[in-house]
């Protein structure tokens, strides 16, 4: 999105994703009648649990939103499993925190899209996977990757090696080279996302045609610090902003933080370890999409954050 997309009433919706939130702001903020900040607060795990009671019998976007949070508690599990909106029970399935018993009390839900879901969930078990979406989903088990080696991956599909890449928790070195090359650009960014990945497997990935792959590789924290270096001078607006978000980018971020994209200020902005100095001067961004990270980021001064929660008011 362009930056004239954005107004000041995105980045007071921004601010309410802040875990940093005083309850002063969220005060104002439940008054807002910005319609973005509701779901935004049903993801902020520093909210109040009377509030998160109130959100999961909420419409379905916000208590979607609400089974996002990582501090949602365990008893609100069960109300938002039986909740009328299918994409809410489809939502839950995502957590890896879910009960055994609602993950089998779900494979049951009238609604196919909730049950292929149950499927997809990590810790559901392999016989109640093949009942509720039959072969369609594989996991490690499934296709028996501890059978897999250097001279039988290329006679595997693509399914089986997005699915082998994105599962199985140790990949062997000389696969990993196999992978760089790989045909299909699933299975390449697949391989870039890992924290395991081996870094001179990321190297060679940060030097992939394909540009997803590239700005998968500038994500992950792993990276090696020179082809961030190498990254953060990709011609992709996407990519540099990718390594300004990298808690891994050090200096990097000082650079970056100068750019000439406001994609790739606002990129420095999100980051995790970004300097309150640096958050201060990008605080006061003319880019409004800028300010909305800033407003999100959990580093941004109690100050700041409270002029950007009442920007535009």
């Known amino acids: 999105m362009s930056d004239d997309e954005f107004t000041s009433d995105n980045v007071r919706a921004m601010s309410a994703f802040n875990p940093r939130l005083p309850a002063d702001m969220l005060e104002s903020l439940l008054e807002d009648e910005y319609w973005e900040i509701p779901a935004n607060l049903a993801m902020n795990p520093s909210i109040p649990e009377w509030l998160m009671d109130d959100y999961a019998s909420a419409g379905e976007e916000v208590a979607e939103a609400l089974t996002a949070n990582p501090s949602l508690p365990s008893r609100l599990f069960d109300s938002l499993a039986h909740h009328p909106k299918r994409e809410v029970r489809s939502s839950l399935l995502e957590r890896r925190d879910l009960p055994l018993d609602l993950i089998y009390t779900l494979s049951e839900d009238d609604s196919d899209g909730v049950r292929r879901a149950v499927a ?23 296709v028996g990757w501890s059978q897999v080696t250097i001279e039988n991956i290329s006679q595997t599909s693509d399914e089986e090696r997005i699915a082998y890449v994105r599962t199985c928790t140790v990949i062997d070195i000389d696969i990993q080279d196999e992978l760089i090359t790989d045909s299909n650009v699933q299975v390449r960014s697949q391989l870039a996302s890992r924290l ?18 590239r700005q998968t590789v500038a994500k992950n924290p792993n990276t090696p610090r020179n082809t961030l270096e190498t990254l953060s001078r990709d011609e992709s607006d996407w990519i540099r902003a990718a390594v300004g978000a990298n808690p891994n ?5 000082e650079v970056l933080a100068r750019d000439a994209s406001p994609i790739v200020r606002g990129g420095v902005a999100s980051n995790p370890l970004a300097e309150e100095s640096l958050l201060e001067r990008l605080g006061f961004d003319e880019a409004v999409q800028v300010r909305m990270n800033v407003a999100a980021n959990g580093r941004t001064p109690i100050d700041l954050l409270s002029r950007l929660a009442q920007e535009g008011l």
């Open 120 to 142: 997809q969930n990590v810790h559901c078990p392999d016989a109640l996977r093949r009942r509720v979406d039959g072969s369609s989903v594989s996991s490690a088990n499934d």
């Open 249 to 253: 980018a050090w200096e990097l971020k």
């Open 196 to 213: 395991f990945t081996a870094r001179e497997v990321l190297a060679n990935l940060g030097a992939d045609s394909d540009s997803w792959v």
